[in-house]
């Protein structure tokens, strides 16, 4: 067990459609980071918080977006959904702030996403 | 731009039969070098972190080391329950880490 914690494990929803994916980091990191795994792609950066700020993007589409709240969890709305966002989607977090990373980060169980 | 690759991209052992995977890297700046485990639709799982050349770390029956432009991870003995997606990561100077595509072991009882 990492400590990262997210809800929902499963998520089945409708092109077109909006959700909201969540996430607690482990106790005393201030960093999450949210991550999409595709069947043919590797683990894709989207991107990261730090105390509550936007830290870095990846490759996040528009339709995507992200926020850290005060007492650290983070939401993931994905909105617009298409068949194509259907993918495994992390939330990892670090004790590292910038974005110079040289510290581990922790990654949670997943949510899984299908899209019909 | 930074890059990193895996090699090979799946490798089947006999159980107790050793072997290495590889990472590469091409990095402005390594701030340093992670291994993560992953098991089929889990999270992945922490297991080493390398931040300069010569460094070595070891768990279990695995052990990894770091060059300048690569690192290893060995397996020794290995047992079925070792199966599963490696991944390397790198972390760098003004980029959050990048990963690399995993390598997927099969280990036969």
């Known amino acids: 067990d990492s400590g990262v914690t997210q809800t929902p494990k499963h998520l089945i929803t409708a092109t077109g459609q909006r959700v909201t994916l969540r996430c607690s980091p482990r106790?005393?990191?201030?960093?999450v980071y949210w991550y999409q795994q595709s069947l043919d792609q590797g683990l894709q950066f989207l991107i990261q918080?730090?105390?509550?700020?936007?830290?870095a993007k990846g490759n996040i589409l528009e339709r995507f977006s992200a926020q850290q709240f005060p007492d650290l969890h983070s939401e993931l709305n994905l909105s617009s959904l298409e068949l194509g966002d259907s993918a495994l989607y992390f939330c990892a977090s670090s004790i590292d702030g910038g974005t110079n990373p040289g510290r581990e980060q922790y990654f949670g169980p997943g949510t899984r996403l299908t899209v019909t | 731009e930074d890059q990193v690759t895996q090699s090979p991209e799946a490798l089947r052992l006999q159980e107790g039969e050793s072997s290495s995977l590889n990472c590469s890297y091409t990095?402005?700046?390594?701030?340093?070098l992670f291994w993560y485990r992953q098991d089929p639709g889990k999270g992945p799982e922490f297991l080493f972190t390398l931040y300069s050349a010569g460094e070595e770390k070891e768990k279990e029956r695995l052990k990894a080391t770091l060059t300048k432009k690569e690192s290893f991870l060995h397996i020794t003995a290995p047992k079925p329950e070792d199966s599963a997606t490696y991944l390397c990561?790198?972390?760098?100077?003004?980029?959050?880490?990048?990963f690399g595509p995993g390598t997927r072991l099969s280990v036969l009882p």
């Open positions: 990095v402005s700046g390594l701030r340093g």
């Open positions: 918080y730090y105390n509550g700020e936007e830290r």
């Open positions: 990561a790198v972390g760098t100077y003004g980029q959050n880490f990048v």
């Open positions: 106790s005393g990191d201030l960093s």
